[in-house]
């Protein structure tokens, strides 16, 4: 992410935190963190910038109650734009030694679902509307 950006959408109030929160909210147990946009100029697919992402996000996933298989959660360093770590590995980041997205998602346990229970939904918030 480029400098600035991760850090307006992990601020208090940025989509990040946010998202990590409604998907645990959800029922949603395993997941995968991609640092997107490491082509970007302010980058350079810089192995600093990509560990000073996935330390933060990671004390707060695991805050929000993400455990990863076996206490592991990949984070993984990509371009969306260059396809970097997509599918294959990229030759920008020699450094990374981790799981492609790919991968990764091949990774996945489907979970089993309750089908013989009720349908629950939770809530985060009621509102009572005047008028």
Not at 45 to 59: G, L, M, P, Q
Not at 74 to 82: A, E, M, Q, V
Request: hydrophobic fraction near 30%.
């Amino acid at each position: 992410s480029g400098v600035g950006e991760f850090e307006a959408g992990y601020a208090k109030t940025g989509q990040t935190r946010e998202h990590a929160m409604l998907c645990h909210t959800l029922g949603v147990r395993q997941i995968i963190c991609c640092i997107n946009k490491m082509d970007d100029k302010s980058v350079n697919y810089s192995e600093t910038r990509y560990n000073e992402i996935r330390d933060e996000v990671s004390k707060y996933i695991k805050k929000v109650g993400f455990k990863g298989k076996d206490g592991f959660i990949p984070f993984i360093p990509i371009s969306g734009w260059n396809g970097d770590n997509m599918l294959s590995r990229s030759d920008n980041m020699k450094w990374y030694k981790g799981p492609t997205m790919l991968e990764a998602l091949d990774s996945i346990i489907p979970p089993t679902r309750p089908v013989d229970k009720p349908l629950r939904l939770p809530l985060q918030d009621v509102y009572k509307i005047g008028g």
